[in-house]
């Protein structure tokens, strides 16, 4: 089922790449209502190529996004969450940066902010599965859209904090 929301997209990995691909293939979100801050010339190209906004800066990115995925590598963490820690209230930030979890990120962000952490893991099958906890007071109605996403590329585990 499409979701009619923002997507922001800020950092990257071999993780992000292969949800946004899932998400166009699927029609999870529109592409004209994906917003990815990229700044090297050959990936914005790449993504205007696949159908989706390449914003200029992160501020951008963000503006025009009820849901926010932060992707990269953990030591990336910190400089990742400093560029959007200010605009994130009454969004959605998903993190698949291993090793935070939600409490440590509600900590840095700007309150009323609802935060998902993803840990992934591929199974020696070869199955994908997203294991995502939701923080606390996770509106339930934006569940769909976020778990919509990440069964583009496997199955859904879910937790909901208390």
Request: net charge negative; hydrophobic share 35%.
């Amino acid at each position: 089922m499409p979701h009619s929301i923002g997507l922001g997209m800020i950092g990257s990995s071999e993780l992000s790449d292969r949800l946004l691909k899932g998400i166009l293939r699927d029609h999870v979100v529109d592409g004209s209502r994906i917003y990815i801050a990229e700044q090297d010339e050959r990936r914005r190209n790449y993504f205007v190529g696949l159908g989706v906004n390449c914003m200029p800066d992160v501020s951008a990115s963000m503006l025009r996004s009820e849901i926010m995925i932060l992707s990269g590598e953990k030591r990336e963490f910190s400089t990742l969450l400093s560029s959007v820690c200010g605009t994130t209230r009454g969004r959605i930030l998903v993190s698949t940066i291993p090793g935070r979890d939600c409490a440590y990120i509600q900590d840095r962000v700007a309150k009323a902010t609802n935060v998902v952490t993803v840990e992934s893991e591929d199974t020696e099958d070869g199955t994908h599965i997203s294991h995502l906890t939701y923080s606390p007071r996770f509106p339930n109605h934006m569940k769909s859209a976020v778990e919509d996403m990440f069964r583009t590329i496997g199955e859904v585990e879910t937790e909901q904090l208390t």
